[in-house]
């Protein structure tokens, strides 16, 4: 499985970005697709992840702030509102079907 990040950026404080990833290759279904983060200096954590049931998961630090969704079995989105300094990281796209598969990630920045 390979995981291909989009979206990213830098955005001034209280903005909004998106970050999306698509899984390609040949694999079997993906039972949980979502975000982890990492900051300079700081260990990864988890942002949010969706089960293929629907069922949401979200660090205390982005709920209400954040969205994810699937658009399709292989795709997740991240919709980011009210974008806060604290949330700059590297963002990893995540996937676990029994096996698990990262992305290369992609760089938040909020900064004014």
């Known amino acids: 499985v390979q995981l291909v990040e989009s979206g990213g950026g830098l955005v001034q404080p209280g903005g909004s970005l998106r970050v999306s990833c698509a899984a390609s290759?040949?694999?079997?279904?993906?039972?949980?697709m979502g975000w982890y983060r990492q900051a300079p200096g700081k260990q990864g954590e988890l942002v949010a992840t969706l089960t293929d049931s629907g069922t949401p998961k979200y660090a205390d630090f982005v709920r209400g702030r954040f969205t994810i969704s699937r658009d399709n079995d292989n795709t997740v989105t991240l919709q980011m509102n009210s974008l806060r300094p604290e949330d700059t990281a590297v963002y990893y796209c995540?996937?676990?079907?029994?096996?698990?598969?990262w992305g290369q990630g992609t760089q938040v920045t909020v900064s004014s």
């Open positions: 995540h996937a676990v079907n029994g096996r698990t598969y």
């Open positions: 290759g040949t694999f079997f279904r993906l039972n949980v």
